[in-house]
């Protein structure tokens, strides 16, 4: 059989590698995924689980919306039990409140540019309504954007399902494997040595998430990436009082109540990344801004009990959104990472766009956002 | 620009005022330096001494009995409290900050702290923690029912509360404690149903190779217990096993296996205890490294003689050499006088490292050395028991998520083998007492399921390791500048209308 033909392989096994290998392998693409850690380590499962459309930025939006379609449906991909396990909630929403003036006008500037769009899926709320959606909501919020079909799922979960589910399609995961370097075959496609052997095939994905640029650089490619490590607390259970995610506009701001009644709150807090040894540290000299926006919105939970807090390994780009696709001259090795801790919910659109993309041998147009090429020097206009 | 570090704020921070942290205390203020004590009490004493400053004032005749059942070993601490006391508030001198929770501390020497609704950190020059042991923890059936209580735990409530139990009371485990205690509930007039002791005739004979002259006194207190409980016709039997608690709302009978023979009692208190083993919490999420003690079946933290820990963390992930240092029960189980001699060992040894003196003096070495010369009886003699055989499926393991041995073992068996992965699966160890009780159990059930050895693998301790209110996190103090740069995730959408990227199509 031609190495060419139809064969992949991925490096990391996150949750979008998983996703991509699953769409390939349902093509009847042989696909073979590498993972320095095991599947899903980092990122793919530490993550808050969030799945909104809510203030995404618009060159994610479309992307944003199919993967929507996809986790409505999520049995279609995974099977209906392992679906279910993912405990997706869509439809509880998610709010993003504005706590001031310049809050609540960018909330306008946002809503006229979805009518603008033709997007109808952020609504506007009034103080009274916004208030009313979330109860303890201080007096001084001014008003917020809901999208009621946004919700949220369990990570972990979901990464196993996406996981197993490319492995009932045919997908070979091969663990604790570390890639070492990376080489082109002159015919095209790639041969890639591995702590467990040479491994080659017609085309390389490249899913390495915090190490995606890493990755790249072994095939001479630069991009540019930040490893981060976003925080989050988690307090002792309390009364169910909040079914939407709540999240900020211009503060650190970000937290639901879990389905046993403790708050998760996020809001991009980070915390110290040591990406070298696979770790990463929480920070508590960070979190005072955090629970402080969280204490202006619903100052009610002063007396809350913090319990703990973790973080987790993520790459992010200088414009905050991911790269998704082909590096320069390179059609045969896509780059797709640097999700800047919002792929999760992105996840089974990418396998589904980036599958589709490399059996066709044409980039979807939905990817022309994510084009590296964006960060080309002299191209920065 | 260059952000410096933050000064410190005392040339030593210690952690805990029990009769090593009082000791060093004492120890550091006279040579002249400044620390602070972190305490979570009200009062110094730690376990041992709780409340005798207070119970010494109670002259009433209930008060004086209480001081008579608790015997000298516990007036004994009153010289070392008024030297504590003296040097409080002086300047330099100990700064005592009572009703204070520790919720982090680092290699370097900032220790976060909690006292009500205000938290922050204070730093050290070096660090000193004195924080004690903990009953070990024993999964058993029932062990969550109302109504089974740790003897510790009874012993808080006699001394801080006045409180004495009473109804039909079974004692179950082993060690010294369990039997001070029969012994103090019969002085207060509180006669047991039954001691049931795991250890047997066989663990003393054996145990009697390892007697040294300085192990005579405490033998010699054992023997009187034991002695006055059989006068008091108190019944007792060894060799106990197979402990169960059952009840519906709280516990109504206990059962047992004693000489192949399973027996039920009726009882409206179970007293456990299977002795105390170093409080690792602290050392384990500071990341010290720790050493598995067989013969205890717990885990302490790897210290030179003088206390001082080793960072596990790769050097450029600490800032600087690790200022940590153990003393006391937290790094060896020796009780109170072992703890004072090596308070003043580390104090000697902190005094050398701020710069001052030659390190621990020969006399003060010897000192621990005698006092721990009598644990090698002890340890043989009171061996592990109720926590020795792993806990069956039906039993309880972590109480604050409800988790069972059975399902622990179910997970380990279906690949989530290291404890982190174990935890993110089952919320093991996740709830408030951020797995102090649960860890040990999960770990050693993690080993036998996977065939491993050597010293079994903790959960990652990440900070806070005890809640802190949110309200206090908001108005954290103490910052380390360095830290605190503003660092979020600057991803807020642009409201701009320019949404088309020049990205070529492929």
Not at chain 1, 324 to 338: A, K, N, Q, S
Not at chain 2, 200 to 206: A, F, H, I, T
Not at chain 2, 231 to 255: I, R
Request: glycine letters at 12%.
């Amino acid at each position: 059989m031609p190495r060419q033909n139809e064969t992949a392989l991925i490096i990391g096994a996150g949750l979008q590698g998983c996703s991509i290998a699953l769409f390939l392998a349902r093509a009847g693409w042989r696909v073979t995924l590498l993972d320095k850690n095991v599947a899903g380590r980092h990122a793919s499962s530490v993550n808050a689980g969030g799945l909104r459309t809510l203030m995404r930025d618009w060159r994610e939006y479309p992307l944003s919306e199919l993967a929507m379609e996809h986790w409505r449906h999520l049995d279609r991909l995974v099977g209906a039990g392992a679906a279910e396990s993912c405990e997706v909630r869509l439809g509880v929403g998610q709010i993003a409140v504005a706590l001031d003036e310049a809050e609540m006008s960018w909330t306008l500037g946002r809503v006229q540019e979805m009518e603008r769009r033709g997007l109808g899926a952020e609504e506007l709320l009034s103080a009274t309504e916004v208030r009313k959606m979330l109860p303890g909501l201080t007096d001084q919020a001014l008003g917020g954007l809901v999208s009621r079909g946004d919700g949220h799922a369990n990570p972990a979960a979901s990464t196993r399902a996406f996981r197993q589910a490319a492995m009932a399609a045919g997908a070979k995961i091969v663990e604790n494997c570390r890639v070492l370097g990376l080489e082109r075959l002159p015919g095209g496609g790639w041969s890639v040595a591995a702590a467990s052997g040479q491994y080659e095939a017609g085309v390389l994905v490249n899913c390495a998430g915090a190490w995606g640029a890493q990755v790249a650089a072994m095939a001479g490619q630069t991009l540019p990436l930040k490893v981060v490590a976003p925080s989050m607390m988690v307090t002792a259970r309390t009364q169910p009082f909040l079914e939407p995610v709540v999240i900020g506009i211009d503060r650190p701001l970000s937290f639901k109540q879990s389905a046993v009644g403790s708050l998760v709150i996020g809001g991009g807090i980070l915390g110290k990344p040591y990406a070298d040894h696979d770790t990463s540290f929480t920070v508590m000299d960070r979190m005072p801004e955090g629970a402080a926006a969280t204490l202006e919105a619903f100052p009610a939970l002063a007396h809350v009990p913090v319990l703990r807090t973790w973080t987790g390994l993520e790459g992010a780009t200088p414009d905050g959104i991911p790269v998704i696709g082909p590096g320069e001259g390179t059609p045969d090795l896509w780059h797709v990472f640097g999700f800047c801790g919002h792929g999760f919910q992105l996840s089974p659109a990418v396998g589904d766009v980036v599958g589709r993309s490399l059996v066709s041998g044409t980039v979807d147009p939905l990817l022309a956002p994510f084009s590296g090429r964006r960060f080309d020097a002299g191209d920065a206009a | 620009m260059s952000i410096n570090a933050p000064l410190p704020d005392a040339d030593v921070i210690i952690v805990g005022c029990g009769p090593a942290g009082m000791a060093a205390a004492v120890t550091l203020a006279e040579a002249g330096r400044s620390v602070i004590v972190l305490d979570m009490q009200p009062a110094p004493g730690g376990q041992i001494f709780r409340s005798l400053e207070a119970n010494l004032c109670d002259t009433s005749p209930a008060g004086q009995s209480l001081l008579a059942a608790l015997g000298p070993a516990y007036r004994a601490g009153a010289d070392l409290i008024r030297r504590f006391r003296a040097f409080s508030g002086a300047c330099p001198g100990i700064d005592y900050r009572p009703q204070t929770t520790v919720w982090e501390v680092r290699p370097d020497g900032t220790v976060g702290w909690l006292q009500g609704m205000n938290a922050g950190y204070v730093r050290g020059r070096q660090v000193l923690l004195a924080h004690g042991a903990m009953e070990r923890p024993v999964p058993f059936p029932g062990w969550t029912l109302p109504g089974v209580m740790t003897a510790g735990a009874v012993q808080t409530l006699l001394k801080a509360g006045h409180l004495k139990p009473s109804g039909r009371i079974v004692l179950a485990g082993t060690g010294p404690l369990l039997l001070l205690l029969a012994n103090q509930l019969h002085q207060l007039g509180v006669k047991p149903a039954l001691v049931g002791r795991t250890d047997r005739l066989s663990d003393s004979v054996r145990a009697a190779r390892h007697l040294r002259p300085g192990g005579l006194v405490p033998l010699v207190k054992g023997l009187g217990w034991l002695g006055r409980l059989k006068l008091a016709g108190v019944k007792s039997v060894t060799g106990l096993e197979n402990l169960a608690a059952h009840g519906t709302q709280n516990v109504e009978s206990v059962s047992f296996t004693v000489g192949g023979k399973r027996q039920t009692l009726p009882c409206d208190l179970l007293i456990v205890h299977d002795g105390i083993v170093p409080a690792i919490d602290i050392p384990n999420a500071a990341g010290l490294r720790l050493q598995w003690d067989g013969p205890n079946a717990s885990w302490r933290p790897a210290t030179t003689p003088d206390g001082l820990g080793a960072s596990t963390l790769p050097p450029e992930m600490s800032a600087g050499p690790c200022v940590l240092r153990v003393t006391g029960d937290a790094r060896r189980i020796g009780g109170a006088d072992a703890a004072m001699a090596h308070g003043r060992v580390a104090a000697q040894a902190i005094l050398a490292a701020l710069d001052h003196g030659a390190g621990p003096s020969a006399d003060a070495l010897r000192a621990v050395g005698k006092a721990l010369s009598v644990r090698p009886f002890l340890d043989a003699a009171f061996p592990p028991g109720l926590a020795q055989a792993l806990p069956d499926d039906d039993t309880i393991v972590c109480r604050c998520e409800e988790l069972t041995a059975g399902e622990l073992r179910e997970k380990i068996r279906s690949g989530f083998r290291n404890m982190d992965a174990l935890r993110g699966e089952t919320r093991c160890g996740m709830g408030p007492c951020q797995g102090r009780s649960c860890m040990v159990t999960a770990a050693r059930l993690l080993q036998n399921e996977t065939r491993a050895a050597g010293c079994p693998p903790t959960f990652r301790g990440r900070p806070p390791i005890r809640p802190i209110p949110l309200g206090a996190v908001a108005t954290l103090s103490g910052l380390d500048p360095r830290a605190t740069i503003r660092l979020t995730l600057e991803d807020k959408p642009e409201n701009a209308s320019e949404d088309t990227v020049d990205a070529p199509a492929e």
